[in-house]
């Protein structure tokens, strides 16, 4: 600028001098009028640079302004943000997975993970270290979402978040939102859990970021500091605390990492596993003539009751109104001429899943989820309702309440027709989760099969789903005439409960899911005394227990399972099994995984049962009584261990 100020200037003055007159110019001249030039160029430059400082402050929103105008509060903001970002760390490192373990104590601890986070930033060269930090902060965050997934998994299902088969179980997650706070309630919750996960992914990943430069600092005093706290976490991590249950060195996030690794491992190491013990099958050539031959003329029917299991019975919350609907039933049942018998079966799963139920159930194998449910439902095992079919004595039917679209599966079980919710003619109103009530699934059985003249024998699977959670509203027993194309329970859902009224209290939440169980078993009672006939066979038991919310975690996964029938012939074949008399098993009734069922059931109702009808001798050459002690997992195979309490952060154990 000055140059091309002072060559114009100068072509000026030779343009402006006349011929012959002497161009030179006298030192002083030339230098006052280049110190000119200099400070009109200063001039222009210190005005540029105010426009373009002007210009910045007004694009940055005027936060340097507020910066300077309020230096005590920025300093505070800057404070405290990064108080909030180091609280933020700190409490998702030692964050349980489970809500009971939700305590004080738990947030007192040093996390190792922190310490290995600073000596793995310490090593790092400078450039690497803030991409490093945001990684590991998206990293926790990540971990934490799963650790609140698992807080959900056993409040509900009393067993940690599976990642890789668990995913299915978000579709029943919504539907009980529908039920329990409505479509737009539901809409809204998820659409907020959205936003709270991509949330904590964003904030985490910025507190981990901002939190590096500051302790990173000063090199000297964050390696001193580094290694004092990686003795101390070292040398607590091997003492107890005298009063202190929870350890104070922890580690629970680079357990919940472990486990998920070894969960991963777990999972191929038991589809190898599941495929040894499927090869196997005792039944698998048996002659059609030599199947289920003390049952032939009989119409036997498999019916699962949602959530019925041992709690109903036991617990003191819920117990007396079932017990007193099981005796009245019993009593019902014997005036019609019926006996019954009862024993326990340990279910594979806990407050959900019930298809896995009903595949160990009538596969006789143990299927605890959801990649054992698909090989084995792609297979041709020989389930307890294709036997009946193999035999073609009988039409094979299922009555599926709670199926509201294609079921594929309906041909591996070996059904004949299933009637699904939409094919029962069903014009009644839904009982939140479950489409149908009971009653009418029983009524529609009667129409549609059961009470049709000169048919074939009837085998038939089916599922009462009334006693599914939410358990609000619920329907109630009407007359068997009454019950028509169910237009009758439009009237009886608007004088039931609001479900989000009972959610509110966990008793009565214990309280409606006992009203729901003894409705189902009333709903059977009932049915047999009006229609069961000489040569009726019921077998009815539970899926699973239900959720923790009502029998708490940590709970027996026993459910009762009971044998009626009016033909003495068919209840001797199932005397060595020391069941107890009536609807009711008691704390001395035998307990048997689920899986064992079908191969019992299956040699009891064979040739080799009619030695122990007659009472020569035990089916199957197994010795009566208990098989297991109604823990999950007793008994025979790996596959039968659950793998609920090796979800747990540190692999099971509180760390």
Do not use: C
Not at 196 to 204: H, K, P
Not at 384 to 412: C, H, N, Q, S
């Amino acid at each position: 600028m000055p140059l091309f100020t002072s060559s114009r200037r100068l072509q000026k003055q030779d343009e402006a001098t006349p011929e012959g007159a002497s161009t030179d110019a006298s030192p002083e001249s030339v230098r006052t009028e280049t110190a000119a030039d200099e400070e009109a160029a200063a001039g222009e430059g210190a005005a540029a640079d105010t426009e373009t400082a002007a210009a910045k402050g007004g694009a940055s929103g005027g936060v340097r302004g507020w910066r300077a105008e309020y230096p005590a509060a920025a300093r505070w903001t800057k404070h405290g943000t990064t108080v909030l970002a180091a609280l933020l760390v700190y409490v998702a490192l030692v964050l349980p997975n489970e809500m009971d373990r939700l305590t004080l104590g738990a947030f007192l601890r040093i996390p190792g993970e922190a310490i290995f986070g600073v000596a793995l930033l310490l090593v790092l060269p400078p450039r690497a270290r803030r991409g490093t930090a945001t990684a590991m902060g998206a990293a926790l965050g990540l971990l934490t979402v799963l650790k609140f997934f698992d807080m959900g998994f056993y409040e509900f299902l009393d067993r940690p978040f599976d990642l890789v088969l668990d995913w299915v179980l978000f579709d029943d997650a919504e539907s009980f939102l529908e039920d329990t706070v409505g479509k737009a309630g539901a809409i809204a919750a998820v659409i907020g859990l959205v936003v709270l996960i991509i949330a904590l992914l964003v904030l985490s990943a910025l507190a981990v970021r901002r939190l590096g430069p500051i302790v990173l600092r000063d090199i000297r005093l964050a390696t001193r500091t580094t290694l004092a706290l990686a003795t101390a976490w070292f040398t607590l991590a091997t003492l107890q605390i005298p009063g202190i249950d929870v350890p104070v060195a922890s580690k629970i996030t680079a357990g919940l990492v472990n486990n998920r690794i070894e969960q991963v491992g777990d999972g191929l190491e038991d589809e190898r596993i599941f495929a040894k013990e499927a090869a196997h099958d005792k039944f698998e050539n048996t002659p059609p003539d030599e199947l289920l031959t003390g049952l032939r003329g009989k119409d036997v029917i498999f019916a699962f009751i949602e959530s019925y299991g041992r709690d109903a019975i036991e617990n003191p919350e819920m117990s007396a109104g079932v017990n007193a609907g099981l005796a009245d039933g019993k009593e019902r049942l014997e005036g019609a001429g019926f006996s019954s018998r009862s024993g326990w079966l340990t279910s594979p799963v806990t407050g959900s899943g019930s298809w896995m139920a009903h595949a160990t159930f009538m596969s006789g194998l143990w299927i605890d989820n959801q990649q054992r449910y698909r090989t084995l439902t792609s297979s041709d095992r020989l389930t307890l309702t294709r036997a009946f079919r193999r035999t073609e004595d009988w039409r094979t039917a299922g009555m599926m309440p709670g199926v509201t679209k294609a079921w594929p599966e309906g041909k591996f079980y070996g059904l004949d027709h299933v009637y699904d919710s939409r094919e029962m003619g069903y014009k009644g109103p839904k009982f939140s989760w479950s489409p149908v009530p009971d009653q009418y699934t029983m009524k529609a059985y009667e129409r549609l099969e059961s009470g049709k003249k000169n048919r074939k024998p009837l085998m038939s699977e089916i599922i009462l789903a009334t006693s599914h959670n939410p358990w609000a509203p619920l329907p109630k027993m009407i007359g068997w005439d009454e019950v028509g194309d169910g237009s009758v329970y439009h009237r009886i859902k608007k004088a039931g409960k609001d479900p989000k009224d009972v959610w509110r209290d966990e008793r009565q939440v214990r309280r409606e899911y006992a009203r729901s169980v003894r409705y189902s078993m009333k709903t059977l009672t009932s049915y047999l005394e009006k229609y069961g006939h000489d040569d009726t066979v019921l077998v009815v038991l539970g899926d699973h227990q239900p959720n923790p919310t009502v029998v708490g975690n940590h709970a027996s996964r026993d459910v009762p399972v009971s044998v009626i029938a009016k033909d003495d012939k068919v209840m001797d074949r199932i005397h060595d099994w020391n069941w107890k008399d009536g609807l009711r098993p008691d704390k001395d009734t035998p307990v048997w995984r689920m899986d064992k069922f079908r191969d019992r059931f299956m040699t009891a109702y064979g040739p080799d049962g009619d030695s122990v009808s007659s009472g020569t001798g035990t089916a199957d050459g197994d010795k009566p009584g208990k098989e297991g002690s109604g823990k999950e997992g007793s008994g025979e195979g790996e596959s039968g261990k659950d793998k609920g309490d090796e979800g747990k952060s540190g692999g099971g154990k509180k760390d």
